[in-house]
């Protein structure tokens, strides 16, 4: 079996279709997962839903997509934020904030004894962010009773695999907004063997200046700091580490 999971698309229908493009360049998938963070941020936030739709992916709930869907929410935001999280329910409308608001947290797929467990930042929480050198404390409380024998996620938009106490830590990255200071998109391809998953990461060019382009032209709030964080390519608070 063969399970292709996206993450943190946020928007971005150019860079989700090269990663689908190259899926099928790689053979496909049985099945192929979208890890959360669906459509804020983005210029095609409709169109992202619409192309998950077609494929058939399942989905589970990112942060971002809880923002969008829950009006009565605790989060606080700035008033750009508020205004690109308008923005974005307005383009999207109610049937696909309705979809986005029946998203599970959590996809387990296969059996008990070798199963792939997809969540969007780690199996307790949507928004708070496993780095690839957590320590035993952070992944004790966040993973320490998980029984999935390989976890995949998303949310830092910075691809790596782990091992920790026999169980495969996958961040996936982003399938629309890369971070790690590689401007290409980022997906991965699991496969079952006996015993456990093989996973391998893929890496994707697409047209960022067409992407930036749209989020100049499509009318979100903010577009000019979108459009820096997209051709930036790299968490502000890395730069000294991630050229």
């Not at 059996?111 to 199996?123: F, G, K």
């Not at 962010?129 to 999935?148: K, S, Y």
């Not at 495969?168 to 997906?187: F, I, Q, T």
Request: proline share 4%; with cysteine; hydrophobic share 40%.
């Amino acid at each position: 079996m063969r399970i292709a999971v996206l993450s943190d698309i946020h928007g971005n229908l150019v860079g989700l279709d090269a990663c689908l493009a190259d899926l099928q360049a790689q053979g496909g998938a049985d099945a192929i997962v979208a890890a959360g963070d669906l459509c804020l941020d983005g210029p095609k936030p409709k169109k992202v839903l619409q192309r998950l739709e077609e494929i058939g992916a399942q989905c589970v709930r990112g942060n971002t997509d809880r923002y969008l869907s829950d009006e009565n929410g605790a989060e606080s935001f700035d008033g750009v934020e508020d205004s690109q999280i308008a923005w974005t329910r307005n383009d999207v409308g109610e049937r696909w904030l309705a979809f986005l608001r029946e998203l599970p947290f959590a996809l387990r797929i296969g059996e008990d004894d070798n199963q792939l467990l997809v969540v969007h930042a780690n199996p307790k929480s949507d928004d708070e962010h496993l780095w690839p050198d957590a320590d035993d404390a952070i992944l004790e409380r966040t993973i320490g009773d998980e029984r999935a024998s390989a976890i995949a996620f998303g949310h830092l938009h910075l691809p790596y695999v782990r091992i920790w106490r026999g169980k495969m830590l996958v961040n996936v990255a982003s399938a629309g907004l890369p971070k790690d200071g590689d401007p290409r998109a980022c997906y991965a391809i699991f496969t079952e063997r006996n015993g456990g998953w093989q996973v391998k990461h893929r890496r994707v060019g697409f047209d960022v200046k067409k992407v930036a382009t749209q989020l100049a032209d499509c009318g979100i709030p903010g577009n000019a700091e979108l459009i820096a964080t997209l051709r930036r390519h790299r968490y502000k608070r890395l730069k000294e580490t991630i050229p």
